[in-house]
């Protein structure tokens, strides 16, 4: 038998890798070479029956000679390479390299990896990988914290303080003080009022609260929602909705934590549906104060963080009733408890009690039963009750105006996904520290290997490894938006934060799960800090607006435009559409690049681009013609969103994933470090080539690319991943999250 094909045989028949199909592949291969001759070709059909394997003895003697010319060529690097030297004919065999290199990459086959299982113990690639820092981590946590450095370095100081060791008691009503005390800590660092205006003892600076609320959640995650709840939630609203006369009056005291406060929107059957709120205000002429009423208690505010035992005042969203007529739902501020700490006459609170993860936040319900308040406490920003008690708003429409209210606490929307980023930062530092110094197995007769040396553990890892620098800089893009915007780019920019809040939540549940699973029994510890981090986490995929309902909501915005700008096309300008903003798209469609497999072309970044562009284009085009064709044979426009539900969120999550390759590549590109930028670089490409193979089925059905192509990507994305490996320590040690948020003593650097 020709020896070339010794290594190929024995990956086959050792661990029966390939499918009754890819032995009819190789089968093809060796047929068609003509360098080899019909005597050659007749005994290696021979070998690749499936009907009749090689004995144990066979196989033992293919790996004893391949072992031994591994020995006598060491740097030997590829399976081409080997199959070359045992050939003994290396110019006839140099003529089949192309297809041989293709009939690896068909098969899926990582060189380097079937390398390291011939070689001897003291030789194992796996046994022998291990961290390295190659670039300053320094300058790459300067990459990530930015202009923002200082405020997030002055938040990591405070949580570092003694004060701020964990509570580890299961009794709620002692985390929930220890928080409440951690917030008038950070109230009295004047941390709280940052985004408040500075005439209010504010500090004037969104973008730094933002920065509080991301660093605080590498700490306790119920500190950050009773954060959020007081200053962002209750403080903001009160900011956004009021005017002047609510400023002067409590933003001062709010900021100080001096009057505690509940948003109280949701209701217990009304959910993320604001519009069917039942709560209801009802103007009084004669004594020019409205009636707060709770009709049942299927419309009581439910899950109102600060509302069981803290809260003294609410944000409270109601429909205007003037007259008998609904004018809409809108915000006052009523109070709910006393200076004693006794509710309010006519309101009725109950605790939620033990929840999944948050326990340090106090979630309660709140009923009214016609609780009277005075004209004032309306916040008239966009609505109010004129003298004459006539309704009045500078925005005559309806839902223009409940939009833009809603609009003005997008807020939310940005600083939940970068809290929740920070747990799943915290979740990777935690579990790849683990994973570089837990050892397990190993080679025979070697010594145990570090778990992070495995493929598989890796392949668990580096892909969220990937995703978490990714969504940081797509958060920071969205942030720096939301702060410069304009009034005409603010619906784009909500959809923009509503889809980056349930894509990036999502990402941090599914990625905290596998964070927990690499570390094993550890990670089931409440000590090692996974099992806060994913429970608390959880919920956030729910509050600030369903995941499912906000990705509906950016699908509609996409639409949206679509239909602005191509309304009236038919489908064949549909397509077109297509084609003409996907530069490349006819071209890549050509049947040579759909099935091209060089690693060159692979790694470039406007392949990249050009990939998700293409993918998010044609998804829209699809789902807005179904949705004509289904409204135009006579189906109700709302029954027809509703049948293709399950596309929108296609749409939503090919938009999403489009803007943060777009944003992550424009970071690499400012990137000035040239060690940093590398990295930078193997980070996205991982990220963009793993998002392809994910979404690998639907480039397979559209004709975008073909199997050979998927499966060198795969191959690619498994070599990233082995590549990151080797930075993956550094890579997390750069979030610089401090040690004592970390857990055990075992994780520790």
Same mark, same amino acid.
């Not at 410069?484 to 809040?501: F, P, S, Y």
């Not at 590109?669 to 940093?676: F, G, L, N, R, S």
């Given at each position: 038998?020709?020896?070339?094909?010794?290594?190929?045989?024995?990956?086959?028949?050792?661990?029966?890798?390939?499918?009754?199909?890819?032995?009819?592949?190789?089968?093809?291969?060796?047929?068609?070479?003509?360098?080899?001759?019909?005597?050659?070709?007749?005994?290696?059909?021979?070998?690749?029956?499936?009907?009749?394997?090689?004995?144990?003895?066979?196989?033992?003697?293919?790996?004893?000679?391949?072992?031994?010319?591994?020995?006598?060529?060491?740097?030997?690097?590829?399976?081409?390479?080997?199959?070359?030297?045992?050939?003994?004919?290396?110019?006839?065999?140099?003529?089949?390299?192309?297809?041989?290199?293709?009939?690896? =990459?068909?098969?899926?086959?990582?060189?380097?990896?079937?390398?390291?299982?011939?070689? =001897?113990?003291?030789?194992?690639?796996?046994?022998?990988?291990? !961290?390295?820092?190659?670039?300053?981590?320094? %300058?790459?946590?300067?990459?990530?914290?930015?202009?923002?450095?200082?405020?997030?370095?002055?938040?990591?100081?405070?949580?570092?303080? %003694?004060?701020?060791?964990? *509570?580890?008691?299961?009794?709620?009503?002692?985390?929930?003080?220890?928080?409440?005390?951690?917030?008038?800590?950070?109230?009295? *660092?004047?941390?709280?009022?940052?985004?408040?205006? %500075?005439?209010?003892?504010?500090?004037?600076?969104?973008?730094?609260?933002? @920065?509080?609320?991301?660093?605080?959640?590498?700490?306790?995650?119920?500190?950050?929602?009773?954060?959020?709840?007081?200053?962002?939630?209750?403080?903001?609203?009160?900011?956004?909705?009021?005017?002047?006369?609510?400023?002067?009056?409590?933003?001062?005291?709010?900021?100080?934590?001096?009057?505690?406060?509940?948003?109280?929107?949701?209701?217990?059957?009304?959910?993320?549906?604001?519009?069917?709120?039942?709560?209801?205000?009802?103007?009084?002429? =004669?004594?020019?104060?409205?009636?707060?009423?709770?009709?049942?208690?299927?419309?009581?505010?439910?899950?109102?963080?600060?509302?069981?035992?803290?809260?003294?005042?609410?944000?409270?969203?109601?429909?205007?009733?003037?007259?008998?007529?609904?004018?809409?739902?809108?915000?006052?501020?009523?109070?709910?408890?006393?200076?004693?700490?006794?509710?309010?006459?006519?309101?009725?609170?109950?605790?939620?009690?033990?929840?999944?993860?948050?326990?340090?936040?106090?979630?309660?319900?709140?009923?009214?039963?016609?609780?009277?308040?005075?004209? *004032?406490?309306?916040?008239?920003?966009?609505?109010?009750?004129?003298?004459?008690?006539?309704?009045?708003?500078?925005?005559?429409?309806?839902?223009?105006?409940?939009?833009?209210?809603?609009?003005?606490?997008?807020?939310?929307?940005?600083?939940?996904?970068?809290?929740?980023? @920070?747990?799943?930062?915290?979740?990777? !530092?935690?579990?790849?520290?683990?994973?570089?110094?837990?050892?397990?197995?190993?080679?025979?007769?070697?010594?145990?290997?570090?778990?992070?040396?495995?493929?598989?553990?890796?392949?668990?890892?580096?892909?969220?490894?990937?995703?978490?620098?990714?969504?940081?800089?797509?958060?920071?893009?969205?942030?720096?938006?939301?702060?410069?915007?304009?009034?005409?780019?603010?619906?784009?920019?909500?959809?923009?934060?509503?889809?980056?809040?349930?894509?990036? !939540?999502?990402?941090?549940?599914?990625?905290?799960?596998?964070?927990?699973?690499?570390?094993?029994?550890?990670?089931?510890? @409440?000590?090692?800090?996974?099992?806060?981090?994913?429970?608390?986490?959880?919920?956030?995929?729910?509050?600030?607006?369903?995941?499912?309902?906000?990705?509906?909501?950016?699908?509609?915005?996409?639409? =949206?435009?679509?239909?602005?700008?191509?309304?009236?096309?038919?489908?064949?300008?549909?397509?077109?559409?297509?084609?003409?903003?996907? %530069?490349?798209?006819?071209? *890549?469609?050509?049947?040579?690049?759909?099935?091209?497999?060089?690693?060159?072309?692979?790694?470039?970044?406007?392949?990249?681009?050009?990939?998700?562009?293409?993918?998010?284009?044609?998804?829209?085009?699809?789902?807005?013609?179904?949705?004509?064709?289904?409204?135009? @044979?006579?189906?109700?426009?709302?029954?027809?969103?509703?049948?293709?539900?399950?596309?929108?969120?296609?749409?939503?999550?090919?938009?999403?994933?489009?803007?943060?390759?777009?944003?992550?590549?424009?970071?690499?590109?400012?990137?000035?470090?040239?060690?940093?930028?590398?990295?930078?670089?193997?980070?996205?490409?991982?990220?963009?080539?793993?998002?392809?193979?994910?979404?690998?089925?639907?480039?397979?059905?559209?004709?975008?690319?073909?199997?050979?192509?998927?499966?060198?990507?795969?191959?690619?994305?498994?070599?990233?991943?082995?590549?990151?490996?080797?930075?993956?320590?550094?890579?997390?040690?750069?979030?610089?999250?401090?040690?004592?948020?970390?857990?055990?003593?075992?994780?520790?650097?």
């Amino acid at each position: 038998m020709n020896k070339a094909f010794l290594p190929l045989f024995y990956l086959i028949w050792s661990d029966d890798l390939l499918t009754q199909k890819e032995f009819e592949t190789v089968r093809d291969f060796i047929s068609k070479q003509d360098w080899i001759s019909p005597d050659d070709k007749k005994r290696l059909l021979s070998e690749v029956d499936v009907s009749n394997p090689p004995t144990r003895e066979l196989l033992s003697n293919w790996k004893t000679a391949i072992h031994e010319t591994l020995k006598q060529n060491p740097k030997v690097t590829s399976l081409y390479e080997l199959s070359t030297i045992l050939s003994g004919k290396e110019t006839a065999f140099s003529e089949a390299r192309n297809s041989f290199l293709q009939l690896e =990459s068909e098969l899926g086959i990582l060189g380097e990896e079937v390398l390291s299982g011939f070689r =001897s113990v003291q030789d194992s690639l796996t046994s022998k990988y291990d !961290t390295a820092y190659g670039f300053d981590v320094s %300058k790459m946590t300067e990459i990530l914290d930015s202009d923002e450095a200082m405020i997030i370095k002055r938040v990591k100081e405070i949580i570092s303080r %003694k004060e701020f060791a964990y *509570e580890t008691t299961t009794d709620i009503a002692k985390y929930r003080e220890k928080v409440l005390q951690w917030c008038k800590i950070l109230a009295d *660092e004047n941390l709280g009022n940052m985004a408040f205006p %500075k005439e209010y003892g504010g500090g004037g600076n969104m973008k730094e609260y933002f @920065s509080i609320m991301e660093t605080l959640s590498f700490h306790d995650l119920s500190l950050v929602i009773k954060f959020g709840v007081q200053f962002g939630l209750w403080g903001m609203s009160v900011y956004f909705l009021g005017t002047q006369k609510h400023h002067e009056k409590y933003l001062k005291k709010i900021g100080t934590l001096e009057i505690p406060g509940c948003f109280a929107m949701t209701e217990t059957h009304h959910g993320s549906n604001v519009k069917g709120l039942r709560t209801t205000a009802t103007y009084n002429h =004669s004594s020019q104060t409205f009636s707060i009423h709770t009709p049942s208690k299927n419309d009581q505010k439910e899950y109102i963080g600060n509302a069981a035992k803290h809260g003294q005042m609410a944000t409270v969203f109601a429909k205007l009733i003037i007259d008998g007529k609904d004018y809409g739902v809108n915000a006052f501020i009523v109070p709910i408890r006393n200076a004693d700490m006794t509710t309010v006459d006519g309101v009725t609170i109950d605790d939620c009690g033990h929840k999944m993860g948050l326990n340090g936040v106090d979630n309660g319900t709140i009923r009214f039963d016609n609780v009277t308040i005075p004209k *004032e406490n309306m916040l008239d920003r966009f609505a109010s009750v004129n003298e004459n008690g006539a309704f009045e708003s500078p925005i005559p429409s309806d839902d223009r105006r409940f939009f833009t209210m809603l609009g003005t606490l997008v807020g939310g929307r940005i600083g939940i996904p970068r809290s929740g980023l @920070s747990a799943m930062k915290s979740g990777l !530092t935690i579990a790849i520290r683990y994973s570089d110094r837990r050892r397990q197995f190993g080679p025979e007769g070697g010594s145990e290997v570090p778990i992070l040396n495995y493929r598989m553990h890796q392949r668990r890892l580096m892909p969220y490894l990937a995703k978490s620098y990714a969504l940081h800089f797509a958060l920071r893009y969205l942030t720096d938006r939301f702060l410069k915007r304009t009034e005409n780019e603010m619906q784009e920019i909500e959809a923009l934060a509503a889809g980056m809040k349930a894509y990036t !939540t999502w990402t941090v549940r599914d990625g905290l799960q596998e964070c927990r699973e690499a570390m094993g029994g550890k990670g089931y510890l @409440s000590e090692n800090r996974i099992d806060a981090l994913k429970n608390d986490t959880e919920i956030y995929t729910t509050f600030e607006g369903d995941n499912t309902v906000l990705m509906q909501l950016v699908a509609k915005n996409r639409l =949206s435009v679509f239909r602005k700008e191509f309304g009236k096309l038919d489908v064949a300008g549909m397509i077109t559409y297509v084609f003409e903003n996907a %530069k490349t798209a006819v071209a *890549e469609k050509n049947p040579i690049i759909t099935r091209r497999t060089d690693e060159a072309h692979l790694l470039d970044v406007d392949f990249h681009l050009q990939a998700f562009q293409y993918r998010e284009k044609t998804i829209l085009a699809s789902a807005a013609r179904r949705l004509k064709k289904l409204i135009d @044979s006579g189906m109700d426009a709302y029954d027809a969103f509703n049948v293709t539900q399950h596309q929108m969120i296609d749409v939503a999550t090919a938009y999403l994933e489009r803007v943060i390759l777009e944003q992550f590549q424009k970071s690499i590109i400012a990137t000035e470090d040239v060690a940093c930028k590398k990295r930078l670089e193997q980070l996205r490409n991982l990220f963009a080539l793993y998002q392809i193979e994910v979404h690998k089925g639907w480039y397979l059905e559209d004709g975008y690319m073909e199997n050979a192509k998927t499966k060198a990507i795969r191959k690619l994305v498994n070599q990233l991943c082995w590549d990151i490996r080797i930075d993956a320590v550094p890579l997390v040690d750069a979030f610089a999250i401090p040690e004592n948020c970390l857990g055990a003593e075992i994780l520790k650097g």
